[in-house]
């Protein structure tokens, strides 16, 4: 859960072994401010079920 949609889809795109830099609609969001894409910035916690 995050309120930041551009991350989100930029970890899911890792998750599926893509470049989020390579994804049209994620480098916008970045560019525009609307989200980070920068992973390497981000606090990702997971949590198993």
Not at 31 to 39: D, E, P, T, V, Y
Request: proline residues 2%; without cysteine.
């Amino acid at each position: 859960m995050s309120q930041d949609i551009v991350a989100v889809d930029a970890a899911a795109a890792r998750i599926f072994g893509k470049d989020p830099q390579d994804i049209g609609y994620i480098k916008i969001g970045h560019a525009q401010k609307s989200g980070n894409m920068n992973l390497k910035d981000l606090k990702i916690v997971t949590y198993a079920m």
